[in-house]
């Protein structure tokens, strides 16, 4: 990986479908509708216009700053809304097999998305810049939190099996 | 916990405000309303009127057939948005040293979190029903999360130490 400092919409799109997908997907339509509008709040700018009307963007120092700003001084919203862990809540709703074979699918997914996010990995070519480094971080990330499900995962479903024993239905 | 089959907006609001605060946050306002429409929609009915409007809750056939539909036959959106990972994707636009000190702080605020949720966990009166059991998992889901991204990002800022002294800035 290179710090490239200008990207088109097509290159952007690559970043997203590889690293970045693990932490905030976004798809084509988002991707061009957001350089749009950065561009026209000038945070952006058009640094080249190639065939076909390709642009290749780079950020301004407006966009610098805005960046900077949005890096240190907002506090992420730690708490995230997770799916998975909403139906795990509500699960006493369906018979405890049913939840069993619902935490034992969480696993085989967590499972194959370890073993993806492991592969990626192999396959990157890291280096020492900025990018490289950082990327290589959140990749790690991924994988220790697919793996963190993948563990949880199992321990639930053998935590039901547990309560279901305790309930004489096991 | 028992396993209460009708609830008040109040009722629902301690249980986001404990164990489901930490994978789906929802506020007084978002509780009422989401009641009123599921009342609209006949997926629940009002079980009880009491004091000053207070109003019970309980689900209604159709809405337990909804509610099972959406355990098991929807798949969960596995991938989600982290905004604190897509910051870590983008810290190459910082210094490493303020790079560094944004992952210290994250790992102090997973640390205080993981230590919140273990006191909650020994406060809680965890019995053998369902909502217990599943209660239970979804608290130790939220600890193990935290754990990993406290040693995630002491990890992480070893990573970024090492870069920093390789390119001679340490």
Redesign the interface.
């Known amino acids: 990986m290179t710090?490239a400092s200008q990207a088109s919409g097509y290159d952007l799109l690559g970043t997203f479908r590889t690293?970045?997908?693990?932490?905030?997907?976004a798809n084509q339509s988002q991707i061009y509708t957001e350089l749009t509008k950065l561009d026209a709040t000038e945070l952006i700018r058009v640094a080249e216009e190639g065939a076909r009307g390709r642009k290749t963007y780079e950020i301004t120092d407006a966009g610098?700053t805005e960046?900077?700003h949005?890096?240190?001084e907002t506090t992420?919203?730690?708490?995230?809304?997770?799916?998975?862990?909403?139906?795990?809540?509500?699960?006493?709703?369906?018979e405890w097999h049913?939840?069993r074979a619902?935490l034992r699918q969480?696993g085989e997914?967590m499972t194959e998305?370890l073993a993806g996010l492991r592969e990626l990995d192999a396959a990157m070519d890291w280096g020492?810049?900025?990018?490289s480094?950082?990327?290589?971080?959140?990749l790690?990330?991924?994988k220790?939190?697919a793996a963190?499900q993948a563990?949880?995962s199992a321990?639930?479903e053998k935590?039901?099996a547990g309560?279901q024993a305790?309930?004489g239905e096991g």
Chains 1, 2 share one sequence.
């Open positions: 710090s690293t970045l997908s693990n932490v905030w997907p610098r960046l900077r949005w890096l240190l992420p919203n730690g708490y995230r809304r997770n799916d998975v862990l909403l139906r795990v809540f509500l699960l006493g709703a369906v049913e939840a619902f969480r997914v998305r020492d810049d900025p990018l480094v950082y990327g290589r971080l959140t790690e990330w991924g220790r939190f963190t563990e949880w321990w639930a935590e039901i309560a305790a309930a």
